[in-house]
């Protein structure tokens, strides 16, 4: 059983960063693929940004590419969400989460097969 806790959400102003940290343990965390999601209030939860294994690949959804940066540190376990220039529209709920058997990257949430509580980040104009 692989468990995952987040860190690092706040409440900050449009355009501040902040870098969000996710803590696994349980297995070995070098053969997870490893995703962030966010949900709002009243709506699904949306991919953010995933990185393969190795953290030689990754992706973004489109609302966030050249903004966050995802990476990951496999002595540590721990996986990084960094967040620059930050939106209202980024207000949500971050979840990070961990996939078993991934190739490469996951997109899709129901690919992961553990979720951390989440933290809450909040972006004020």
């Known amino acids: 059983q692989e468990q995952l806790v987040e860190s690092g959400g706040g409440l900050v102003q449009a355009g501040d960063s902040l870098n969000l940290s996710c803590v696994a343990s349980g297995r070995i965390f070098s053969i997870y693929a490893m995703g962030w999601f966010r949900q709002a209030p009243g709506k699904e939860r949306e991919f953010v940004a995933g990185?393969?294994?190795?953290?030689?690949?990754?992706e973004y959804a489109d609302s966030v590419k050249g903004r966050f940066s995802i990476s990951r540190d496999n002595a540590k376990n721990t996986v990084y969400l960094q967040m620059n220039s930050l939106r209202p529209e980024d207000t949500a709920e971050y979840y990070c989460a961990a996939g078993l058997g991934i190739i490469t990257v996951a997109t899709r949430s129901a690919e992961y097969d553990y979720w951390g509580q989440g933290t809450q980040v909040t972006v004020s104009s």
């Open positions: 990185i393969s294994w190795s953290g030689e690949a990754a």
